[in-house]
C-alpha cells in the first residue's frame, strides 16, 4: 500500500497525540498533520489547494467554535478539484442516532468511525 | 400574576340591558358593550378579552351562530349566553355548536351573574396557567436533552481517549513510552473525574435546599485557596486578596464554595504563560447587607465576541484548554439562585475582572 497523506482535526490534545502516534505506528502513513481547530484545518485546505496530495481527513465532531458538521457546511463550499483530492471519515465518540443519521447521509462524509479509532476499520475503507 | 379587572365584552341589542349590567359591574370589572355583532367583531381584533357575554337573540345572528363564529379564532374567551327564554334548541346548539360555559336567564340575578363570571375567569386563568406550564416544560425538556447530549459527550470522550492511549500502548514494548502512556491516562481520568464532579455541583446547585448560615469570607478563600493550589497546572501562580467584612453576612455557603472554585480554577487554567508574573487578586467587600466581590487576573482573557456567552450551559470560548462548558453555566446558577448578579470585562490578551455583587440573605 502506498503511504497516505493524514490531516487529524480534534479540539483533543490527547486525542491528536493517541491517533498521530497510532497512524504513524500502524505504517499506514508517515505524515499526519494535526489541527486542533476546524477553522484553522479549513484555512489550510484553502490555501494549499493545488499543492495538497491526495489526502484523509479524519474529523471530530464535537469541537468548539466550529463542528464537524459546521466544518462539512464550510468544506461543501470548497472548489471541487479540492474535494477531489480529500476523503473524509468523521472521528467521533458520539453513540447519539441524530449525529450518526447526520453523517451517514452528508455527501461528504464517508463514514463515521468511532472512538477509539481502529486502524483494521480504516485500513479497510481505504482499501 | 398582576390584578388588572377581568376584561368583559357584552353583547346585546337590548341597549337597557347593556346599561344596566354596565352600572352594576363597572366598579369590578373592566367592561365593554356593543349592541352589534358586526362591532363586536371589531372589538374583538383591537382588544383582548377574557369572557364575552351574548344575548341569544339579536338581529343578524343569534349569540350560538356568534360564538360558533368566533370560536376558532378567539379559543381562549370563556363563553356565557344570556337568554330569556329557556329554549332547549338554543341550549343544546349553544353547548355543541358554541361550546358555552355557562347560561344566564333573563331577567337576571346579579348574584348569579357575579358568580358565573368570576367562575368562568378562574377557568380561563387556569388554562392560562397550564398553558404556560406547559411551554416551561417543553423549554425544561429541551434544555435537558441538550443536557443529556453534551453530557453524555463529555463523559465518553475521556473514556474513548483512555482505550485508544490503550490500544496504542499495547504495540509498544518500550517501557520508557508505557510510563508516558500511563500519565496521559491519569490526566484523561483526571478530566473525567471534573467532570463528573461539575455534574455534581449543578445538580446539588439546582435542587439541593439551600441552607443559609454565617460567612466568613477570609475562611472560605482560604479553604479554597488550600484545594487548588496544588494543581499542576498552578505554576508560578500568586494569589492576593484583600478582603473587608464587616457585620453578618448570610448566605449559602455551598453555593459561595461552588462559584469561587470554579472562578479560581478558571483564572488558573487560563493564565497567560508569555506573561512575566501571573497573577489572581480576590477582593471581597461585605457588610450585612451586601457582599461585592472582585476577581481579576492577567491571564488570557475573554474575546469579545464571547463575553456573552461563555455562561451559556456547554459553551466553549477557546480551542485549546477548553473545559466542558458547564463551569460557569454553575457559577451563573448559583448567582441568580442567591438574587446575585456577576459582570465581566475582560480584554483579550490582557485579563479579565469578575465582578459579583450578592445580596446577605437575612431571613
Known amino acids: 500500500m502506498n503511504f497516505i497523506n493524514i490531516i487529524l482535526i480534534d479540539d483533543s490534545a490527547f486525542d491528536l497525540f493517541i491517533y498521530e502516534k497510532l497512524l504513524i505506528k500502524s505504517g499506514i502513513t508517515r505524515t499526519v498533520k494535526t489541527f486542533n481547530s476546524a477553522r484553522e484545518a479549513l484555512k489550510f485546505l484553502i490555501s494549499e489547494e493545488s499543492a495538497l496530495p491526495q489526502t484523509v481527513i479524519l474529523l471530530d465532531l464535537q469541537m468548539p467554535d466550529m463542528n464537524g458538521f459546521d466544518f462539512i457546511d464550510a468544506y461543501a463550499k470548497v472548489p471541487e478539484g479540492l474535494k477531489n483530492k480529500i476523503q473524509i471519515f468523521m472521528l467521533s465518540s458520539t453513540i447519539d442516532s441524530r449525529d450518526i443519521e447526520k453523517a451517514r447521509s452528508s455527501p461528504y462524509i464517508i463514514d463515521l468511525l468511532p472512538k477509539p479509532l481502529e486502524i483494521e476499520v480504516l485500513k479497510n475503507r481505504l482499501a | 400574576m398582576s390584578n388588572k379587572p377581568i376584561r368583559i365584552l357584552y353583547i346585546d341589542d337590548e341597549e337597557h340591558n347593556l346599561h344596566s349590567f354596565k352600572a352594576t359591574f363597572r366598579k369590578q370589572w373592566d367592561i365593554t358593550t356593543t349592541i352589534s355583532v358586526v362591532e363586536a367583531l371589531e372589538i374583538l381584533a383591537s382588544k383582548d378579552f377574557n369572557i364575552i357575554l351574548a344575548d341569544q337573540r339579536m338581529p343578524i345572528m343569534t349569540g350560538v351562530q356568534f360564538f360558533e363564529k368566533i370560536r376558532d379564532q378567539y379559543p381562549n374567551i370563556i363563553r356565557i349566553l344570556i337568554t330569556g327564554h329557556t329554549d332547549i334548541g338554543a341550549a343544546i346548539d349553544a353547548i355543541n355548536k358554541g361550546e358555552v360555559f355557562r347560561f344566564i336567564d333573563k331577567p337576571w340575578d346579579y348574584v348569579y351573574v357575579e358568580n358565573a363570571i368570576t367562575h368562568a375567569y378562574d377557568i380561563y386563568k387556569t388554562r392560562e396557567d397550564l398553558k ?28 474513548m481517549s483512555v482505550l485508544g492511549i490503550v490500544n496504542l500502548a499495547l504495540l509498544e514494548d518500550d517501557l520508557q513510552s508505557q510510563n508516558e502512556y500511563l500519565e496521559l491516562i491519569r490526566k484523561s481520568v483526571k478530566k473525567l473525574d471534573t467532570f463528573i464532579i461539575n455534574i455534581i455541583d449543578y445538580y446539588k446547585n439546582a435542587r439541593g435546599v439551600p441552607v443559609i448560615s454565617n460567612i466568613n469570607f477570609e475562611e472560605l478563600i482560604t479553604e479554597v485557596q488550600a484545594t487548588i493550589q496544588y494543581l499542576p497546572e498552578f505554576g508560578r501562580l500568586k494569589i492576593t486578596s484583600d478582603i473587608q467584612q464587616e457585620g453578618v453576612f448570610k448566605s449559602d455557603v455551598m453555593k459561595l464554595r461552588i462559584i469561587f472554585n470554579n472562578l479560581i480554577n478558571n483564572a488558573v487554567k487560563f493564565q497567560d504563560p508569555s506573561k512575566e508574573n501571573p497573577f489572581i ?22 474575546r469579545e465576541i464571547d463575553q456573552d456567552k461563555i455562561f451559556k450551559m456547554f459553551y466553549r470560548a477557546g480551542a485549546t484548554n477548553s ?17 446575585g448578579g456577576i459582570n465581566i470585562s475582560s480584554v483579550y490578551g490582557t485579563g479579565s475582572i469578575f465582578e459579583l455583587n450578592l445580596p446577605s440573605i437575612n431571613k
Open chain 2, 323 to 339: 473545559g466542558s462548558g458547564i463551569g460557569l453555566y454553575i457559577v451563573h446558577e448559583a448567582i441568580s439562585k442567591l438574587g
Open chain 2, 281 to 302: 487578586h480576590l477582593k471581597v467587600e461585605a457588610s450585612s447587607e451586601h457582599a461585592k466581590i472582585i476577581i481579576e487576573d492577567n491571564g488570557m482573557g475573554i
Open chain 2, 132 to 159: 404556560q406550564r406547559n411551554i416551561e416544560l417543553q423549554k425544561a425538556n429541551e434544555e435537558l436533552d441538550k443536557f443529556v447530549y453534551s453530557a453524555s459527550h463529555d463523559l465518553r470522550a475521556p473514556l
